[in-house]
């Protein structure tokens, strides 16, 4: 009986979630204030082809705006910091997360998000502290190459503002891992990724703090074709550095490929969280959509057209990864551009038509 009712949540998806849904008006209502037909194009590429850049978190001091991003070279994920005055012209600043050789869990992957936002939509996209500390969670890992396993969840934390270039301090141990007592069917393959981490206020789910991110995991037998499947769920924690697991199931999945990468904002009384999806049954590529929440907990898919999707040259093989925000009356959403020679940048969408970019990828023959 449990295989059975295993499976008929593996096949039916987010839309098995029918507990408090946002009506199909909302859903619309927001599809409508946040998309970007109008594409910029890229803002931010790797200075060479050995290097790949990726995930970018967008916040707000004073008078200018700060991006972190990663950068993947043949070693892993380090986490860098970028500047702007407009949003769309930016500059890289330097490295806040770096490789260590101290023998430590996290030596060759520091992959980090920005932690408690102001999730206000089309407000300051402030950084807000707790304990006297700003917080960032990473993905970490000790062992060289590409996402290679185990991947576990870390939290960094740092008393200096978050705009200015330091290498922040970490916790000793991950957060979260595959190992834990208490780890899920969807997250038991020894790959945890990304996480957005927020704070509410409310205490929806009895916490302040809760955490979304994704996962690999399957606990059926011999069944290895979704083995490698991702899935949003949810920790929550009430300090920052003891986190939990909440539900057994993840809170948005789809039946094939990937659903990760969650970030949230509150737009007109409704949670929304933006996410992307890669290699699904019924759409090609990598792409940007959304689910909305009353409660932090049971999230309702929009299924009408992708926020962003491949549709340039920079982005003809994915359009994935999104940070979206609201802006003196203009919707910017960036994300992950990559070209079909694996080359990767920060590209944004606009609500606006605002001109197009002139920068490129470096030519493959450039080093």
């Given at each position: 009986?449990?295989?059975?009712?295993?499976?008929?949540?593996?096949?039916?998806?987010?839309?098995?979630?029918t507990?408090?849904?946002v009506?199909?008006?909302?859903?619309?209502?927001?599809?409508?204030?946040?998309?970007?037909?109008?594409?910029?194009?890229?803002?931010?590429?790797?200075?060479?082809?050995?290097?790949?850049?990726?995930?970018?978190?967008?916040?707000?001091?004073?008078?200018?705006?700060?991006?972190?991003?990663?950068?993947?070279?043949?070693?892993?994920?380090?986490?860098?910091?970028?500047?702007?005055k407009?949003?769309?012209?930016?500059?890289n600043?330097?490295?806040?997360?770096?490789?260590?050789?101290a023998?430590h869990?996290?030596?060759?992957?520091?992959?980090?998000?920005?932690?408690?936002?102001?999730?206000?939509?089309?407000?300051?996209?402030?950084?807000?502290?707790?304990d006297?500390?700003?917080?960032?969670?990473?993905?970490?890992?000790?062992?060289?190459?590409?996402?290679?396993e185990?991947?576990?969840?870390?939290?960094?934390?740092?008393?200096?503002?978050?705009?200015?270039?330091?290498?922040?301090?970490?916790?000793?141990?991950?957060?979260?891992?595959?190992?834990?007592a208490?780890?899920?069917?969807?997250?038991?393959?020894?790959?945890?990724?990304?996480?957005?981490?927020?704070?509410?206020?409310?205490?929806?789910?009895?916490?302040?703090?809760?955490?979304?991110y994704?996962?690999?995991g399957?606990?059926?037998?011999?069944?290895?074709?979704?083995?490698w499947?991702?899935?949003?769920?949810?920790?929550?924690?009430?300090?920052?550095?003891?986190?939990?697991?909440?539900?057994?199931?993840?809170?948005?999945?789809?039946?094939?490929?990937?659903?990760?990468?969650?970030?949230?904002?509150?737009?007109?009384?409704?949670?929304?969280?933006?996410?992307?999806?890669?290699?699904?049954?019924?759409?090609?590529?990598a792409?940007?959509?959304?689910?909305?929440?009353?409660?932090?907990?049971?999230?309702?898919?929009?299924?009408?057209?992708?926020?962003?999707?491949?549709?340039?040259?920079?982005?003809?093989?994915?359009?994935?990864?999104?940070?979206?925000?609201?802006?003196?009356?203009?919707?910017?959403?960036?994300?992950?551009?990559?070209?079909?020679?694996?080359?990767?940048?920060?590209?944004?969408?606009t609500?606006?038509?605002?001109?197009?970019?002139?920068?490129?990828?470096?030519?493959?023959?450039?080093?």
């Amino acid at each position: 009986m449990k295989i059975i009712l295993f499976l008929i949540f593996i096949v039916s998806g987010v839309q098995a979630q029918t507990a408090n849904p946002v009506s199909a008006k909302t859903m619309e209502e927001i599809y409508q204030e946040v998309k970007t037909p109008y594409k910029y194009g890229l803002v931010m590429v790797p200075e060479d082809n050995q290097h790949k850049m990726d995930c970018p978190t967008v916040f707000r001091k004073g008078k200018f705006w700060y991006m972190t991003y990663l950068i993947f070279s043949g070693r892993g994920y380090e986490t860098w910091l970028a500047k702007s005055k407009d949003l769309l012209h930016w500059e890289n600043l330097g490295k806040i997360m770096s490789f260590g050789d101290a023998g430590h869990w996290d030596d060759n992957q520091k992959a980090g998000y920005n932690a408690l936002q102001n999730t206000a939509w089309g407000g300051n996209y402030a950084l807000n502290k707790f304990d006297g500390k700003y917080w960032m969670s990473y993905f970490g890992g000790k062992e060289k190459g590409y996402e290679v396993e185990p991947l576990s969840i870390g939290m960094a934390y740092t008393q200096k503002h978050p705009s200015i270039v330091q290498e922040w301090s970490r916790l000793d141990q991950p957060v979260l891992t595959s190992a834990d007592a208490d780890v899920r069917w969807w997250e038991n393959r020894n790959k945890l990724f990304k996480s957005t981490v927020i704070e509410d206020k409310q205490k929806l789910t009895g916490h302040p703090f809760v955490m979304y991110y994704n996962a690999v995991g399957d606990s059926l037998a011999n069944n290895k074709k979704t083995r490698w499947y991702e899935r949003i769920g949810m920790a929550v924690s009430d300090d920052m550095v003891h986190w939990q697991r909440f539900n057994e199931n993840p809170v948005v999945h789809h039946p094939v490929g990937i659903t990760g990468d969650a970030v949230i904002q509150k737009i007109n009384g409704t949670w929304v969280m933006f996410y992307f999806g890669a290699f699904w049954q019924d759409r090609k590529g990598a792409f940007n959509r959304f689910a909305a929440s009353n409660d932090l907990v049971n999230w309702t898919d929009w299924t009408g057209n992708n926020l962003v999707e491949s549709s340039e040259k920079y982005d003809e093989l994915y359009a994935h990864k999104s940070f979206v925000l609201k802006y003196k009356g203009v919707v910017y959403h960036f994300y992950c551009a990559v070209n079909k020679q694996d080359q990767r940048g920060i590209a944004v969408a606009t609500s606006k038509d605002l001109g197009k970019s002139q920068l490129n990828f470096v030519s493959e023959t450039d080093k």
